[in-house]
C-alpha cells in the first residue's frame, strides 16, 4: 500500500504531465485506499537539482547522464519550488538522501572508479547511476566532509567544491535549500489541512499549477517564464521557495499561501490570472 509512483517522478519540469501524473496517481489509489508516494529523486535516476537545469527534464526509466550540461542555477531554483509542491501533495513524501541538499548529479568521475554494473554490461559506453550514488558532505571544506574520518577514501570520489553543500554549511544559511525543506517539514506536521487527504485542483493559467488542501491552505507553483499574480489581499505566504515581493510569484518557483480569513479556496481565490 505505499508503492512508489514514479510518474511524478518521470513527469519532469512540466506543469501538464505533473498534474496529469497526480490525477492518474490519486484517482487509482482511491479504489485501493492506499496513500500516494511522490518521489523525485532515487539511486536510479540522475538527481533532479541537475536534471532539471537541462534541456530534458524527464527522468528515464534508470537515468543515465546522455548530456550532462547543467545550468545549475536554473536546476537549483526549480528543485526548491519542486520541494513545496512534493510536501504539499496528499500522502507519503519520499526523499532520496542528498535531496534535502539540493546535491547535483556527479557527471565527472573518473572511468576507474565506476562500480554501477550497467557500465562494464554496455561495453563501457553507459556510465550509469554512480553519479547520484556518491557519499553525502557533512562538514568540512574538503573530501571525505565528515562522512568518514579524514584522509578515508570513499567508495566513489566527492567533488572537492562540495563544501558548499555540507549540511554544516547549510544549517547556517536561513535561505539554504536543508531550511527550506526543515521549514516545509515543519508545516507538514503542524497544518492540519496537510494532515488530511483533501486535495483538489484551482482555476490557473496554462503554465501555472495551483491547488488547495481543505479549508485555508493551497500551493501555487509557477512552470511559466512569466511572474503570477496572487491575491495578496486574501493570502498570506507561509512559505516560498523564493522570495515573492509584491505578491507576485517569479517564473520557476513555488509558495504555499493561507487564506487570512480561514475559508476554503475555489476556482477565482487562490491566485488571479
Known amino acids: 500500500h505505499a508503492a512508489f509512483n514514479f510518474d511524478f517522478l518521470r513527469a519532469g519540469w512540466d506543469a501538464g504531465a505533473i498534474r496529469s501524473a497526480v490525477d492518474v496517481t490519486l484517482d487509482s489509489l482511491q479504489a485501493a485506499a492506499a496513500p500516494a508516494t511522490w518521489v523525485l529523486s532515487s539511486h536510479d535516476e540522475t538527481r533532479h537539482a541537475s536534471r532539471f537545469g537541462r ?62 554494473p550497467i557500465w562494464e554490461r554496455s561495453g563501457r559506453t553507459s556510465r550509469g547511476r554512480d ?27 566527492q567533488p572537492a567544491d562540495w563544501g558548499r553543500w555540507t549540511i554544516a554549511t547549510q544549517r547556517l544559511d536561513p535561505d539554504s535549500m536543508l531550511n527550506l525543506y526543515r521549514a516545509a517539514l515543519a508545516l507538514r506536521r503542524s497544518l492540519p489541512e496537510l494532515r488530511t487527504e483533501q486535495f483538489g485542483w484551482l482555476h490557473a493559467p496554462d503554465g501555472v499549477l495551483a491547488f488547495h488542501r481543505g479549508g485555508a491552505f493551497s500551493c501555487v507553483v509557477n512552470f511559466g517564464p512569466e511572474p503570477y499574480p496572487l491575491d495578496g489581499e486574501r493570502f498570506r505566504v507561509a512559505l516560498a521557495s523564493v522570495p515573492v515581493p509584491g505578491a507576485v510569484l517569479p517564473p520557476d518557483a513555488a509558495v504555499w499561501l493561507l487564506d487570512r480569513d480561514g475559508k476554503a479556496g475555489d476556482a477565482s481565490h487562490a491566485a488571479v490570472a
Open 55 to 116: 534541456a530534458e527534464t524527464r527522468a528515464s526509466i534508470i537515468g543515465f547522464d546522455i548530456d550532462p550540461t547543467t545550468d545549475r542555477v536554473l536546476g537549483e531554483r526549480r528543485a526548491r519550488a519542486a520541494a513545496l509542491l512534493q510536501l504539499a501533495l496528499p500522502g507519503i513524501a519520499s526523499l532520496y538522501q542528498g535531496d534535502e541538499l539540493g546535491l547535483p548529479e556527479v557527471t565527472d568521475l573518473p572511468e576507474e572508479v565506476l562500480q554501477d
Open 131 to 157: 553519479g547520484c550514488r556518491v557519499p553525502l558532505p557533512w562538514a568540512g571544506t574538503e573530501p571525505p566532509f565528515g562522512f568518514s574520518t579524514p584522509g578515508t577514501r570513499t567508495w566513489l570520489p
